[in-house]
DNA sequence: CCCCGGTTGGCAACCGATTGACAATCGGGG
DNA sequence: CCCCGATTGTCAATCGGTTGCCAACCGGGG
């Protein structure tokens, strides 16, 4: 045994951030180390009388446990990754407040990370990521399945607005919006609708346009659709000449970003909007109800998918923290002033 | 290598999560552990065939290191906190992405916490990170000074849109915009402006005031502050009948939140904005240019704003990472339609 | 042929917790 | 009075890296 000079006499050397320590605590206490832990995370595995004089101690020197170094033995992180595509995306604003709330009623910590639209910058990220987290949503992804296959081979894994088997899932229904939303255009008359569709590879996207068609074909409108397009006001814009040239009166958009390039683009060839052509979109995104028109959308109940989601996570990893208030996540019309009536001349 | 040995080493022995560990490339290439470290981190330190093997060891076994067992010695975590009071407030979007971008660019994770605008929940949150992050960005923080200083003495703090002693801040000079803005309301003619203000302790409110105040003054116009008022659209509406009652012609909200509510209380009363009465805000967020009437509004460099505060979080913990393109942190007039000649008669 | 300085790699002690195994202690029943 | 089981607390190994210190090794000059 060599004598290690340095050690009892100075006590610990170099502490970096000066944060007490269980060790700090059992030494106040007069305790060892182990005690302590098992005191502040094992209830009744230690006297009261001890415990009581520990946590007093804890109090005394305000002691926060280190997660970084309980993580190491357990395995455990108590922190979930939500990865989104786009920050900005109106859409994963609720996602992400969903998923906070839920987090934190668990005393589980969130990581947002931003992909910035690339596919290979989101697996680098995951992968940076995956140690450090139990579980991984994917709020809003660029990447290929098989990617998410491997990333859910390693991590549990829950997917929103996109299904692919053997991975969890949460995504509203889009049907009772969808329909609701038909039998609103339809009952103003109108009698073949037009949808302008988000990316190619969009699940979502393929949803609304099976719903939509489903419920318009029940009944008896022409429908058709538009695309692919880019989710956003640009892709919007740029599908508008398609649009007009269809001859459609009512025009349902992936999103409420194109609905809004849309109705710019319609504005802008002197095309009102709701008089001479019906738009709606999907999300009802922030702000929508302040433009003009007013816009009329599907409303999806983000905040819930967010909270379902870490719902399932929690599931998963055998958290039992009742969290979502609800896993019915449904789709509702919300009609405003961008639809109306049929044209009656154009 | 078509042929892959369906990997030999089938169960590591009882491992918890199946992630290669350096101590598995070591076993690999044939090296100590610490060799591996220092392989991978510490150019030079080891012969380059040595480390190519490790490398391809490391290829190999598809290894990423695991950041917290790094952290626990180094002290060094790589990952920074983001704390907002509401995720959903536009304001935020700006500051996370530029933070995001910023942080990633150096290989920092990037933690968002919200606060829910509780004070007490917001301490308990940063109590909670600490440990786990090696920097705090408070981007609009519900805390009091004398917290905010207690916890800037634990670990490396940045506000954004906050000044005190003692604590770095980062803050868009409000001045150019606001001058713009009061030249811009001059020249339609305005002689009486009203500003309706942030929340009692806002200090970017106060700001805002002062620059207004000194702005006004300056070209003899008559200003005064109505508020405080709550930083949402409510607020703007609540505030409204003052404003009213004031006669002001034109009016300066706290943000573009408080705009809309005013422009949303006006049009419900009849009054039409900027024919009767113009509106202006501060922040454009995302909508401002789409809803009715467009928005005038001050724009601040918000991504910037994010960037600049992670930068001088990198200056503190010596990180040495150019990041941020500027940090000349302005704001300018966008001048939209909510504001209008003065009302010829009222 | 030996010595020398510079590389290179290994050993072992940490970082701050957790936890299985075990020892000490205590009260109570026989 | 002794033994036994239950309770309480201690020891030491462990998670996955990092790093100071030192030994082995290298080639080259004297």
Redesign the interface.
């Known amino acids: 045994m060599s004598d290690s000079t340095v050690d009892s006499a100075t006590g610990r050397r170099g502490r970096?951030?000066?944060?007490p320590t269980i060790y700090d605590i059992a030494e106040l206490a007069g305790v060892n180390p182990s005690t302590v832990s098992r005191a502040l995370n094992q209830p009744g595995r230690v006297s009261a009388a001890t415990e009581a004089r520990i946590r007093a101690a804890a109090a005394e020197l305000d002691f926060?446990?280190?997660?970084?170094?309980r993580?190491?033995p357990t395995?455990r992180?108590n922190t979930l990754a939500v990865v989104v595509a786009d920050?900005?995306n109106?859409v994963v604003?609720g996602i992400?407040?969903g998923a906070?709330?839920a987090a934190?009623r668990a005393g589980f910590?969130?990581?947002?990370?931003?992909s910035?639209e690339s596919g290979s910058l989101e697996a680098a990220?995951i992968?940076?990521?995956?140690?450090?987290v139990d579980g991984i949503v994917l709020a809003t992804t660029r990447l290929p399945d098989d990617e998410i296959t491997r990333i859910a081979a390693?991590k549990p894994l829950v997917t929103i607005n996109r299904a692919m088997d053997g991975v969890i899932s949460v995504a509203p229904d889009v049907r009772p919006g969808i329909t609701q939303l038909v039998d609103h255009l339809h009952g103003l008359g109108h009698r073949t609708v037009a949808f302008v569709s988000g990316p190619g590879r969009s699940w979502i996207s393929e949803r609304r346009w099976e719903a939509l068609l489903d419920a318009a074909r029940a009944l008896g409108m022409s429908v058709f659709e538009i695309g692919p397009n880019s989710p956003t006001i640009e892709g919007g814009v740029r599908a508008f000449e398609r649009v007009e040239a269809s001859g459609a009166t009512s025009v349902v958009a992936y999103n409420d970003l194109v609905a809004?390039g849309l109705i710019?683009a319609a504005r802008e060839k002197g095309i009102d909007v709701p008089r001479d052509l019906s738009v709606a979109g999907f999300d009802d995104?922030?702000?929508a109800e302040?433009?003009?028109?007013p816009l009329t959308t599907v409303r999806a109940d983000l905040l819930g998918a967010g909270a379902v989601a870490v719902q399932e996570l929690f599931r998963k990893i055998g958290v039992d923290a009742a969290v979502a208030d609800s896993e019915e996540l449904t789709t509702e019309l919300v009609a405003r002033e961008s639809t109306g009536p049929l044209p009656t001349a154009r």
Do not use: C, V, W, Y
Not at 109 to 114: G, S, V
Not at 127 to 132: K, V
Not at 290 to 293: A, K, V, W
């Open positions: 970096k951030s000066g944060a926060h446990i280190n997660p970084l170094a993580a190491l395995g992180t920050i900005t109106p604003f992400i407040r906070e709330r934190s910590t969130l990581i947002i990370a931003e910035q990220t992968d940076r990521l995956i140690p450090s390693r809004l710019k995104i922030f702000g302040f433009i003009s028109p």
